[in-house]
Structures are given as structure tokens and as C-alpha cells.
């Protein structure tokens, strides 16, 4: 049903900006539930996911350029290896990062992030540095130019969401809440938690790549201070934690709820700034109000309900009858008295 959705909508919506936001909502959506994979499952909390979207988006761009891959649908052909290739290139930087925890790895995945966007402004012959790069044009119809590209997010989307289901419901599943739960003693126990942890790592980010270069393609300009944007990560992260880490679908809905909000507020408010703002306010109220995010939260207070029904129901109806009875008679008592 989710995939006939996908499939359907922008036949149903056939405005530009609104194909557009959905395209940046389906964007959002992958990424979420990409961190996911690491920050969720494996409970890392990763603030550099941003390095990997700007490489992904680097690397579209530097393929339809200087390797001459053409235009049109042949350019969708390099995401999947691009994801590949990042994937297996930041083992080694993950093999690093992974030997640290808590706040430590936090700060050193935001400062790999800001190396990234260092290289970024300095690798000119590949770059062109401050200046920025282009993607050629696709050559898509005007009337229907968005739609290619919601397409290929849909379609990274469902691959990201069915490597999350193989994920949670395999022996990697379990190993990652291990290492989630009690790293140290799951080691005790066996679980080769340097591999897990290397395996989430480089799915997380090979899939966070190929919705950058995707992204690269559709915008056709790509500048290190928004390829390699640090409010991304944080977007993404709010996402998740909205949603329901941990959680598959969560993702999907915190992006489903937050991204027409941001292009809305970025729009009204952009030229002032204003719209972080709420931003911020929005990331401390999830914080505060649903730690445990939507989904999880609705599913608690449901399970919740559903016990106390199922209690309800078997209740004798003699027992309820007398428990009424003695309420009565306690209160007659103390009437007369």
C-alpha cells in the first residue's frame, strides 16, 4: 500500500512546488531513516551524516563533469555506486570513530563533517572550491520535470526502509540492540561488536550518499556550504527522534510532519533567520514532550488500552456486580451513621 502511495501521489498533485516538496520530504525521509541505522539502532549519536550527503553529491557532480557520464536517466545510473563506493571508503574513518563513545564520537563525527566541507573548498580542480560546481540539466519535460527525481527518491526511500526491516529483523538486528543496550557485555557475550558497528556505519552512510547525489542532480548546483550543511544532520536527527527512533516507520513521519513546516517557515522567514529558531524550539519540545518520539509513544499508550479492555473483559460480571454491591452498602452505612 506505502508503494502504490508513493507511486500515485505525483500523479494525484501535479503543481510544481508540490512535487517539489514532496521530493524534499521523500529526501528527508531516506536520510532519517538512514542515521537511523546507526544512531538509532546502535544508540551512536552521530552529528556528521552531512559529510556523506555532500560526498554523495560531489561525486554526482564530478561523474556528470569530468567523466562524461551524459544527462537525462543515465545520470540516475551512478547513485548506486556512488552509495557503494562511499560506503566501503569511510570503513577505515569508521573503524576510528567507532573506538570512542557518547559525546566523544558526537564530536568527532561533526568534525569529520567539517573536514569534509575543508576539502570541499580547497580541492578546486575538483570542486572548484567557493565557487561551487554544476550538474548539467536534466532534460526533462518542463510540465513534468520533478517527477524523475521524486521517483528515484521514492525508490532510494523503499531501499532504505527494506535494509532497515532486514536490519531489525536479522542476527545484526539483535547484535546492534546488544551494543546498544550494554557494549561491554555484549562483547562478554560474544557478539563481535566491532563488525556490527562497522556494517551499521557503512550502510548508514553509503545510503546517505546516494540521496545526495540525487540531490546534487536535481538542484544542478552544488556549493560546499550547502552540500556539506551541519542543519541537515540536525534536521535529520530531529526527524528520527520525532518519529521514533529505533522505530521503522518513525522516521517517515517525523519527515512528513517537519519538512512542510521548515519549507514553510524558511520561506516566510528565511531572510531573517527566524525559522531556526522555531526550529530549536521545535528539537527542545520533541525532547521534552515525546523523548521516546510518536510512534512509540502512541504504541505505549495503545498497549496500555488494549490490557486494560482485555481486563475488563474477563472480569467476571457476579464479581463486578458484588464490588457494586459493597460500594452500596458502604455508603448506605455511612448515611445512617
Request: proline share 4%; charged share 10%.
Amino acid at each position: 500500500m506505502f508503494t502504490a502511495l508513493l507511486v500515485a501521489l505525483p500523479l494525484i498533485i501535479g503543481q510544481h512546488w508540490q512535487v517539489n516538496l514532496l521530493v524534499f520530504t521523500l529526501m528527508y525521509a531516506g536520510l532519517a531513516a538512514a542515521w537511523n541505522l546507526l544512531g538509532g539502532y546502535t544508540g551512536y549519536p552521530a552529528l556528521g551524516h552531512g559529510a556523506f550527503f555532500g560526498i554523495g553529491a560531489y561525486a554526482m557532480a564530478i561523474g556528470t563533469n569530468h567523466i562524461g557520464v551524459g544527462a537525462g536517466y543515465r545520470s540516475f545510473l551512478l547513485v548506486l555506486p556512488i552509495a557503494l563506493a562511499t560506503g566501503v571508503a569511510v570503513l577505515p574513518i569508521a573503524r576510528l570513530l567507532m573506538r570512542t563513545r557518547a559525546a566523544t564520537f558526537a564530536l568527532l563525527s561533526i568534525t569529520v563533517m567539517f573536514m569534509v566541507q575543508t576539502f570541499a573548498y580547497n580541492l578546486r580542480s575538483l570542486t572548484h572550491g567557493s565557487e561551487g560546481i554544476s550538474v548539467p540539466l536534466a532534460p526533462f519535460p518542463a510540465t513534468t520535470f520533478e517527477r524523475p527525481f521524486y521517483y528515484a527518491m521514492a525508490a532510494l526511500l523503499a531501499l532504505t526502509l527494506l535494509v532497515c526491516w532486514a536490519v531489525r529483523t536479522s542476527k545484526l538486528g539483535l547484535s546492534l540492540n546488544a551494543v546498544r543496550d550494554d557494549e561491554d557485555r555484549a562483547r562478554g557475550l560474544g557478539v563481535q561488536t566491532e563488525l556490527v558497528k562497522l556494517v551499521a556505519f557503512a550502510l548508514s552512510a553509503g545510503l546517505t550518499a546516494g540521496f545526495g547525489a540525487v540531490w546534487a542532480y536535481y538542484v544542478t548546483f552544488v556549493f560546499p556550504g550547502f552540500a556539506i550543511d551541519p542543519l541537515l544532520s540536525l534536521g535529520v536527527i530531529l526527524m528520527a527522534f520525532l518519529g521514533g527512533r529505533r522505530t521503522l516507520w518513525g522516521p517517515v513521519v517525523g519527515a512528513a510532519l517537519i519538512v512542510p513546516a521548515q519549507q514553510y517557515f524558511a520561506y516566510r522567514y528565511g531572510a531573517s533567520h527566524l525559522y531556526l529558531v522555531a526550529y530549536a524550539a521545535l528539537f527542545l519540545l520533541v525532547i521534552y514532550l515525546l523523548p521516546d518520539g510518536i510512534i512509540p509513544s502512541i504504541a505505549a499508550r495503545l498497549t496500555r488500552l488494549t490490557r486494560l479492555t482485555t481486563r475488563c473483559a474477563h472480569t467476571p460480571r457476579a464479581h463486578i456486580a458484588d464490588s457494586i454491591a459493597d460500594k452500596d452498602s458502604i455508603t448506605d452505612k455511612g448515611e445512617r451513621v
